[in-house]
């Protein structure tokens, strides 16, 4: 005789749905464990820790707790997906404000060092880097480093989870060589999220191999493949010997190309993919050109007459690496390039805005858009000539989709109407409130300003170029900048799109229709 033991059922209470919440406590789980890291350090160094502990078990409390009682909704909208977007990013200003508030900074100074970190734009606030606790610097360098691939994650990983990431992606990488791409978006992020940390370790390896110091070379590797520009020393990249500069170039590069190329590269070990790549190519062959410009301008404004071969090679040196910091809106340098020529100064306000490849971690305007406007402009005066001809705009042998051109039309139209109005509202509180240093900011100044925050650069003009100091900036000004950063990371269109009447329209008769109260399903707004 057998005894059958009859366990009491349990009820298990049905999570709530919200994929907001859910999304926000991965964020905070992540972040609560990336600030143990300057936390060990600053135990080790006999700094500060509790400035990154006390927002420890918070966020490692709150975030599971989201996690475990909430999953994705079931009803989520694309324009629920926008404002997640923006929400997202609001919550990881606010986590990284955290340490440098508790550090003793004011709370805009604080806001501006981690937006600039976030969007790994690179405008910093510190005057004098160097006294700062190394872990702090290290917490800035991660912020920055993260920026870079939380690009990834919310655009590949997180948002494909509720359906609406392929279009964004696609938007991102169209005209770029990525046509074909078929994989699944998941697999696809995981793929870019480990070139990201693949090629991170790669150029920190090298980094050590030519003996830099470990602190100094982590903080230049995150910033380095994030494209962010902020640096734990006060003259940047002046006083590293040549190969670790020239490294420094390469993965700059690296950091703006496309990832999706990295990904057959690295993964499907394609042979020549780069090659084949006609942004790739055209971005490369871009910033040796201007490099050679600049060189042969400064070569020309300075005299040859005493220069020695090391002179040459130190000068165009500079000029490649000034080239490729600002194209890959990076913001590192290794001299004052306010210095050069008026004529190379106009160049390098174009090589800012421009930016490097799309599905990379710069910012700017991208090549690949360029190119279908040009593609588009060239149809559109082929139609003039011959009215019933047939034009399409293809990129790499691919045709481009109508929706694609017309996009790329509205992103680079706001692109330029956002720095116009940036650079305007810039001269204004410049002319109406005074700097807390008395310095007047004239138009090349608010231009740069405008171009560096807009399209992450890192590194404005004027008075504000390599040497300039952002500290004494108003406080309007900074909190201005610190949305136009925000502005330009969001590719523009997604960023201004939260500021129309319609997109709150949707969005509250979207909740309205959801609120109604029904018995049968338990659910928490969005």
């Known amino acids: 005789m057998t005894l059958k033991l009859r366990l009491p059922k349990v009820h298990v209470r049905p999570r709530w749905e919200s994929t907001t919440i859910r999304t926000l406590g991965i964020l905070e789980i992540v972040f609560g464990l990336l600030l143990l890291v300057p936390a060990a350090l600053a135990f080790y160094l006999g700094e500060q820790p509790r400035i990154f502990l006390e927002p420890v078990p918070f966020l490692l409390i709150l975030g599971t707790a989201q996690l475990l009682l909430f999953k994705e909704s079931s009803t989520f909208r694309s324009v629920n997906g926008l404002l997640l977007i923006g929400i997202v990013w609001l919550f990881m200003f606010l986590i990284s404000t955290v340490p440098f508030l508790l550090y003793g900074m004011d709370f805009v100074d604080s806001l501006f060092e981690a937006v600039s970190g976030i969007t790994t734009t690179g405008l910093s606030v510190m005057v004098d880097v160097e006294s ?51 994989m699944k978006m998941r697999n696809a992020a ?91 190519r055209t971005m490369l062959a871009w910033f040796l050109g201007i490099s050679v410009i600049i060189y042969l301008l400064v070569i020309l404004d300075s005299g040859t007459s005493g220069m020695s071969l090391t002179d040459h090679y130190e000068t165009f040196k500079n000029a490649l690496f000034t080239t490729v910091s ?3 809106t990076t913001g590192l340098y290794v001299n004052d390039f306010t210095l050069y020529p008026e004529q190379c100064i106009l160049l390098l306000m174009i090589v800012a805005l421009i930016g490097g490849c799309s599905g990379s971690t710069s910012g700017g305007i991208k090549f690949s858009r360029l190119r279908i406007i040009y593609e588009f402009l060239k149809n559109s005066f082929g139609k003039v000539v011959h009215p019933n001809a ?25 692109f330029v109407i956002t720095i116009i109005v940036g650079t305007i509202l810039i001269l204004i509180i410049g002319i109406t409130q005074p700097t807390v240093n008395g310095q007047d900011i ?37 909190m201005l900048l610190i949305v136009l950063m925000w502005i330009g990371r969001l590719e523009i269109v997604t960023a201004l799109v939260m500021f129309t009447p319609g997109f709150w329209k949707d969005l509250t008769s979207n909740r309205r229709h959801r609120g109604r109260y029904n018995p049968k399903r338990r659910k928490i707004g969005q």
């Open 132 to 182: 700062q606790d190394m872990s702090l610097l290290i917490w800035r360098a991660l912020t920055m480093w993260m920026g870079g691939i939380m690009i990834i994650i919310v655009f590949l990983y997180m948002l494909p989870l509720f359906g609406i990431g392929r279009s964004v992606f696609m938007n991102e990488l169209s005209g770029s060589g990525s046509s074909n791409y078929s």
């Open 326 to 328: 600002l194209g890959t």
């Open 390 to 414: 047939v034009y399409d705009v293809k990129m790499d042998g691919a045709s481009v989709s109508n929706e694609t051109v017309q996009s790329t039309l509205i992103v680079f139209l706001m």
């Open 190 to 280: 995981k793929s870019f999220i480990y070139s990201y940390a693949l090629l991170s370790l790669i150029n920190l390896i090298l980094l050590l191999v030519c003996r830099m110091d470990p602190l100094e070379a982590f903080c230049l590797m995150c910033t380095t493949i994030s494209t962010g520009g902020l640096m734990c020393t006060n003259d940047s990249m002046m006083s590293y010997s040549d190969p670790i500069q020239l490294i420094t170039i390469l993965f700059m590069f690296l950091g703006a190309t496309n990832f999706y190329l990295h990904y057959r590269a690295i993964h499907r070990k394609e042979r020549g993919v780069y090659r084949k790549n006609s942004e790739f």
């Open 442 to 478: 004239n138009i090349i100044d608010s231009i740069g300003l405008a171009i560096s925050s807009i399209a992450n650069g890192g590194m404005g003009f004027g008075n504000f170029g390599p040497t300039g100091n952002f500290a004494g900036l108003q406080d309007s000004l900074k």
